[in-house]
């Protein structure tokens, strides 16, 4: 007969050729490959303090036909450790979502069960397609006291574990980054920097349940965030950007009534805008063509004073 | 439900809708500072679990997207009219219980009863802009007050305000849908009878 078999990492393992007698002769293969006889106790095949290199098929075959008597797959891995569970509503008040991945890998097959329980109520976690460790639940309240419940367990052939999160409903509302960030420098103001974005997509009802928001926003060169909160609109101009100096902008938004704010969105980058210098050959051609009228002539400098190379006293 | 809406009326209302939603969200913080004095003066564990408690009027509420522009005022009128009873009466019986001994929370539940009350009266406001107006409180009894121990009517406290405080959200929000201009009409917000 053949099956898999799972073995905890470390642990000792003892394989019987199926119903063969202790002395009978035998010869055992793993992957295919003939197993040295010292580690054999007559037919009996022992592994001693197994590791997951040693996951793998092993057949065992009478001595003198050849005749396989037993196959077996070992497959050798760890119980489950207590799973990461996190849950989030990022499109209140539609439902929420819970997601949830292990701390180490176990090498072997896990499943997962979910139950989430308001007040008496279970509900169902529909799974999501992708990605896998992850299930939705639709509100079918709103504005409850009561406490949501979500337990989940993790199974496999070596135990199991759970974890259990308990949450108020305004608890966990935090709603994904703002979308399509975008910063401009505004002509003639060396000093503004315009910055615009989007509520997220994902957030379904913006107009009953509006979004406030928060702008950072700091010159390259400089370490610290300046802050502004916008409790509405989409927009916001900087007044105070030095000049000429680039600008990284991120934004975050938070429901204007609950939960939590949302992770910095995407950062844009923006320098003010800063006046074109003056072409200073056409002054020069100027004040040279006017001395030398009273002087020899000067032909007109061949560096114009905006190519790169020319240094204008700094 | 509401009669044809006159530009004057939309505007009346929509002002009023935005007056409430900031009333609602003062109130809102109030009732969470009082919570959080609540819970630590009367000895209370802030995460304990109270069932519902009978008499208080329950915030939750399933399909709240499809109540129309009434449903929310009258359910929202007659929570605030009861949470205004109620928490006269936990004025009272902290009075009775602590006398002056404990007046920063005796000066918060009034305050926050203060506040109950003005937005009952703003939600009457709105409700006068319907052909109906809003239901009379004649003849409404108040609950007797539940005769129960000290640690029962603490707990009791504990649900009154947890539930004011969600009540307080969902207010927000159901001033905010009736703010709303309602599909179709430039300027009626959203009073429409049917989702």
């Excluded at chain 1, 010869?27 to 197994?50: C, F, M, P, Q, R």
């Excluded at chain 1, 509100?139 to 574990?161: E, R």
């Excluded at chain 1, 509302?173 to 975008?182: C, H, L």
């Excluded at chain 2, 109906?132 to 004649?138: L, T």
Aim: with cysteine; charged share 20%; hydrophobic share 35%.
């Amino acid at each position: 007969d053949s099956h898999i078999q799972y073995e905890r990492v470390g642990a000792d393992v003892t394989m019987k050729c199926g119903s063969m007698d202790w002395d009978a002769a035998v010869t055992w293969t793993a992957n295919g490959t003939d197993i040295d006889e010292s580690h054999l106790n007559g037919s009996y095949l022992i592994l001693k303090n197994v590791d997951l290199t040693q996951s793998g098929q092993y057949s065992c075959y009478e001595g003198s036909s050849w005749h396989l008597k037993y196959q077996t797959y070992l497959r050798v891995g760890t119980p489950p450790k207590e799973p990461v569970l996190m849950c989030r509503s990022n499109n209140y008040p539609k439902g929420f979502y819970c997601s949830w991945h292990l701390p180490t890998p176990t090498y072997i097959p896990n499943s997962f069960n979910i139950s989430v329980i308001h007040g008496t109520k279970e509900m169902v976690c529909e799974k999501d397609v992708y990605p896998k460790n992850r299930c939705h639940i639709r509100y079918l309240q709103l504005f409850s006291t009561v406490k949501y419940k979500v337990t989940l367990t993790v199974t496999n052939a070596l135990g199991k574990n759970s974890t259990t999160l308990t949450f108020d409903e305004v608890a966990i509302v935090k709603p994904d980054p703002p979308e399509s960030v975008v910063a401009k420098p505004v002509p003639n103001n060396p000093r503004r920097l315009e910055v615009s974005w989007q509520n997220p997509s994902s957030w379904p009802d913006p107009e009953s349940f509006p979004l406030k928001f928060f702008l950072r926003y700091r010159p390259l060169i400089l370490d610290q965030w300046q802050h502004v909160e916008l409790s509405d609109g989409t927009s916001h101009t900087i007044t105070d950007a030095y000049a000429g100096k680039e600008y990284i902008i991120q934004v975050a938004a938070k429901d204007n009534d609950i939960g939590t704010w949302s992770d910095w969105s995407v950062a844009v980058h923006a320098t003010p805008w800063t006046e074109e210098p003056k072409h200073l050959t056409t002054e020069v051609q100027i004040t040279e063509t006017t001395s030398a009228s009273t002087s020899s002539f000067m032909p007109p400098p061949t560096t114009k004073i905006c190519d790169k190379g020319a240094v204008v006293g700094s | 439900m509401a009669a044809a809406d006159s530009p004057s009326a939309a505007l009346r209302r929509r002002d009023l809708c935005s007056r409430g939603i900031r009333l609602a969200g003062k109130m809102r913080s109030d009732v969470i500072d009082l919570l959080d004095t609540y819970v630590e003066r009367q000895g209370l564990d802030a995460s304990a679990s109270v069932a519902a408690v009978e008499g208080v009027p329950v915030a939750a509420v399933e399909r709240w997207d499809e109540q129309t522009g009434t449903q929310r005022l009258l359910e929202n009128l007659a929570a605030y009219r009861a949470f205004r009873v109620l928490l006269a009466q936990m004025l009272e019986e902290h009075r009775e219980q602590l006398g002056e001994a404990d007046t920063a929370l005796g000066r918060a539940l009034a305050a926050v009863l203060l506040q109950v009350s003005a937005f009952a009266y703003h939600l009457e406001e709105l409700l006068q802009l319907e052909s109906r107006g809003p239901p009379s409180e004649e003849g409404s009894v108040p609950p007797p007050v539940p005769h129960l121990g000290l640690f029962e009517r603490k707990l009791r406290g504990l649900g009154v305000l947890r539930e004011l405080a969600q009540w307080a959200i969902r207010s927000t929000r159901d001033l905010r849908q009736l703010a709303k201009p309602s599909p179709g009409s430039s300027s009626a917000p959203g009073w429409t009878e049917s989702p």
